[in-house]
């Protein structure tokens, strides 16, 4: 009994399994993310079909019932020749736009009115077999225009050949150019949507890789800088007194909750910074490393977007600072009016954060420059007047956010 019950259990887990895959397959296909498949572009060839409306009057030559029969028979060869070179560069926009296309057009439209004009009956069907050609050249604005001064055209040479019957051929030829026209306008602008789509998608995820990008470099850079540091610091103070070496890996261990926290929001894309939050972890990172934190602030509220980037320039400032500056102290001032908002950051060190990229600083500073500019602000470092090295930041008072940071929120 044992072993029935095993295997009635093993096959009720075999059903619930099968109908999982098979509910999962299901969903895969009505969410199916690959791109529509469109098909080949269209070409020449689908044209070439109507090429058989000239089928009467290849008869009335073969039959002998067309006067010149030489002279017609040159004559349609000359007109189909004309027809495929126009179609097949109907389906490139240069060659279409090119003055041989409109001259091979303008060479169909006389042949087009001798033909019908001299022979009448079956020969008006080229007119209609033009108006394909037109439409599959002249697309846009003007295509009105042009059709029914085409028609009008074909209209009045079947008049002079065949009476009222001419209005098959008005009707027929205004009927042909403007559905070509509409047809192909409406399939090119389908497949350009298309591309712009898949470009648009393109660049979405670039810039969630450069956003990724920069944040990771942003928060990894300063976490690891200060867990660095308070480390050196508990090695340190570990002989002397065991109380405050369990204080800096406490600090640690909290900077890398936070950090942690915080690479889960950059990863989400919600990661607003605090320019309050960042400047005490300034004077913390700071008095870690042995230098004297010195912090101003003074100026109205801030909105949320401009303390979100002044806190990033904070970050960066005094992760360099850190890293390379060998300073004793690092003074940090907010100087904030209704239009505009300071932010310094400069040390009394060697310098040395300017031999990292001279000029703008590493990696974190270009990235920073490339947001303050999107924001309308600037971002300027370098090595100060009398030694150390200074960072300085101006946004607006009510500093806009930038697009791709906008895009990305409005996505997520």
Not at 172 to 198: H, K, Q
Not at 264 to 290: N, W
Not at 332 to 344: A, N, P, Q
Not at 355 to 374: C, H, N, S, W, Y
Request: proline share 4%; net charge neutral.
């Amino acid at each position: 009994m044992g072993y029935w019950r095993s295997w009635q259990v093993a096959r009720d887990e075999w059903k619930t399994e099968k109908e999982r895959m098979k509910a999962a397959r299901k969903a895969c296909g009505k969410n199916d993310p690959r791109p529509e498949q469109l098909g080949p572009p269209p070409s020449g060839f689908a044209m070439l079909p109507w090429l058989l409306m000239g089928l009467g009057a290849f008869s009335n030559l073969v039959n002998g019932q067309t006067p010149n029969p030489w002279v017609g028979g040159l004559a349609l060869l000359t007109f189909n020749s004309l027809y495929i070179y126009v179609v097949f560069r109907a389906f490139d926009k240069e060659k279409r736009e090119a003055r041989s296309t409109a001259v091979a057009l303008v060479l169909m439209t006389l042949l087009t009115c001798g033909l019908a004009g001299g022979y009448g009956g079956n020969w008006l069907a080229f007119f209609p077999l033009l108006g394909l050609a037109v439409g599959a050249i002249t697309r846009g604005r003007n295509i009105g225009k042009v059709g029914i001064g085409l028609s009008v055209l074909g209209g009045a040479v079947g008049a002079l050949r065949e009476g009222w019957d001419a209005v098959s051929v008005f009707y027929g030829t205004f009927l042909s150019t403007m559905v070509t026209a509409a047809i192909l306008s409406l399939s090119e602008a389908v497949r350009e949507l298309r591309d712009a789509r898949e470009e648009l998608a393109r660049q979405a995820v670039e810039k969630e890789r450069l956003r990724f990008s920069r944040d990771l470099h942003d928060l990894l850079g300063h976490t690891l800088s200060v867990i660095v540091v308070k480390s050196e610091a508990a090695r340190r103070l570990a002989p002397r007194s065991m109380e405050a070496a369990l204080e800096q890996v406490t600090d640690i261990e909290a900077v890398g909750r936070q950090a942690l926290t915080e690479i889960r929001e950059a990863v989400t894309g919600y990661r607003e910074g605090s320019l309050a939050t960042e400047l005490d972890r300034a004077r913390s990172a700071l008095t870690a490393a042995g230098i004297e934190p010195v912090v101003r602030q003074s100026g109205p509220p801030l909105s949320a977007q401009t303390e979100a980037l002044l806190g990033w320039v904070v970050r960066e400032a005094v992760t360099n600072a850190v890293r390379y500056s060998s300073a004793t102290t690092c003074t940090i001032t907010v100087d904030g009016t209704g239009e505009r908002v300071r932010l310094r950051v400069s040390d009394d060190g060697l310098g040395a954060a300017a031999v990292v990229d001279p000029g703008i600083g590493g990696t974190g500073l270009k990235g920073l420059t490339e947001r303050l500019a999107t924001a309308g602000g600037s971002l300027e470092a370098a090595p100060g007047a009398r030694g150390g090295f200074t960072v300085r930041a101006e946004l607006p008072g009510g500093a806009r956010e930038s697009a791709p940071d906008a895009a990305l929120a409005e996505s997520v």
